[in-house]
């Protein structure tokens, strides 16, 4: 069976969530989605299958590390939602050892300098990592968010995903740059 409608279906959700700068209802914070990073994040895990389904809460963690200005809104817009029949739950943590429970966790732009130890800390752990600053992926995140170059929304380490047992669908590779480093001592 042909992948092509799911890939097309994919590219439009993806594309969808921006904006150019500048246009009607586009977000002014810095390098921000023009939906904001909570529901970029929502609708990016929903491309994401995470190992053992089985042994799975019936909650889904978003940690936000950090203590950045942009996490405030972050619970508000996350209440009442559900992924895959789990309800997100958002947790604000500082201690890598919390974010072993998390699916996703987002590293602030005020941690930037503590980035690589971070993800180091939880390389190989099922954690979808995400960050909205220059060189993360590199540093070996999964996810960067960017929108420095049109129509490329994000970079992925695919390397970096495999390593935590993620598997990426093929509609976000598509629509991503690929990272080329392979980092993670």
Avoid: K
């Avoid at 950090?66 to 947790?91: C, F, K, Q, S």
């Avoid at 420095?148 to 590779?173: K, Q």
Wanted: include cysteine; hydrophobic fraction near 40%; glycine fraction near 8%.
């Amino acid at each position: 069976m042909s992948r092509l409608p799911f890939r097309l279906a994919a590219l439009i959700l993806l594309f969808s969530w921006f904006q150019p700068p500048g246009s009607a209802g586009a977000s002014t914070q810095r390098g921000s989605t023009a939906l904001g990073p909570p529901e970029v994040v929502y609708r990016l895990s929903q491309f994401v299958q995470w190992p053992n389904p089985s042994s799975q809460r019936p909650e889904f963690h978003i940690c936000l590390i950090g203590d950045d200005p942009d996490y405030i809104h972050w619970t508000a817009l996350m209440a009442r939602r559900e992924l895959a029949g789990r309800n997100i739950v958002v947790r604000h943590v500082n201690d890598r050892a919390q974010i072993r429970g998390c699916e996703v966790a987002v590293v602030g732009r005020s941690l930037q300098s503590r980035a690589r130890s971070i993800l180091t800390a939880i390389s190989n752990q099922p954690v979808l990592t995400v960050g909205a600053f220059p060189g993360f992926a590199s540093l070996g995140g999964i996810v960067e968010l960017t929108q420095s170059e049109p129509r490329r929304i994000m970079t992925l380490n695919p390397v970096s995903a495999r390593r935590a047992g993620l598997v990426l669908c093929d509609g976000i590779l598509s629509v991503a740059s690929i990272s080329r480093f392979e980092r993670m001592d």
